[in-house]
């Protein structure tokens, strides 16, 4: 079993739709939880992180960690089609170098 | 603004032939860097970590001496694909972690194709 799991989709929704992205985890130490973007072709994007539980929000993007489920969430509001794009979770401990990555899930909105 | 960037975003080079890539960290100093690689509609699979002055650490399965890293800095890292071959083409993607932070920043990534 990995130690991050995430819904590869595809997931397709309307434009204006709100999203919600996922990622469960099995290691209780992990303490910073990232969500990067990757556009087609391109390196991943730093999309948002957050320590410990709770929830960040940045414009349409709110980022919510439960520890006590281990689950994560990326919510984007008003989704755009240049939100287009593969979304990947990401986790670790504190001063542990790499990062564990979910696998991806790939988000289309259309117009 | 980037803060890691690569050099170069697209290559194409003969069966035989090595390639360098580069990997530099724009105005921060960098304590590890990361080097993956990604075949299309695929996860990233993680290939080596290096430390500034040390040596790195392959995942299993990544042969050293075909991918040869070198962290000759805090702010540059390079990737050497060894005597490529058509199956060594893929999309290259380095990663650091800048001083003082916990995250991962990633580089636009290197496109090689081996003829």
């Known amino acids: 079993q990995k130690e991050v799991e995430q819904d590869p989709g595809p997931l397709s929704v309307p434009e204006g739709a709100i999203v919600s992205l996922n990622c469960t985890y099995s290691?209780?130490?992990?303490?910073?939880f990232m969500w990067y973007r990757q556009y087609s072709r391109k390196g991943p994007e730093l999309l948002m992180y957050?320590?410990?539980?709770g929830n960040k929000e940045d414009g349409r993007f709110t980022a919510q960690v439960d520890k006590s489920s281990k689950y994560i969430s990326l919510f984007i509001r008003d989704s755009q089609p240049s939100d287009s794009a593969t979304y990947l979770c990401?986790?670790?401990?504190?001063?542990?170098?790499?990062?564990?990555f979910g696998d991806g899930t790939t988000l289309t909105v259309k117009p | 603004g980037a803060v890691v960037s690569q050099h170069p975003s697209w290559v194409i080079c003969k069966s035989g032939t090595s390639v360098k890539i580069e990997c530099r960290s724009l105005?921060?100093?960098?304590?590890?860097m990361f080097w993956y690689r990604q075949f299309p509609k695929q996860s990233l699979m993680l290939m080596a970590t290096?430390?500034?002055?040390?040596?790195?650490?392959?995942e299993q399965g990544v042969e050293k001496d075909k991918f040869l890293i070198n962290h000759a800095s805090l702010t540059l890292s390079t990737l050497t694909v060894t005597s490529a071959h058509p199956e060594d083409s893929s999309f290259y993607i380095c990663?650091?972690?800048?001083?003082?932070?916990?995250?991962?920043?990633f580089g636009p990534g290197t496109r090689l194709l081996v003829l």
């Open positions: 990401a986790m670790k401990r504190t001063n542990a170098g790499k990062s564990t």
């Open positions: 990663s650091a972690i800048l001083r003082g932070k916990e995250t991962q920043y």
């Open positions: 957050t320590y410990s539980s």
């Open positions: 290096s430390n500034e002055g040390s040596k790195a650490t392959y």
């Open positions: 290691n209780s130490a992990f303490q910073y």
């Open positions: 105005d921060f100093q960098a304590t590890t």
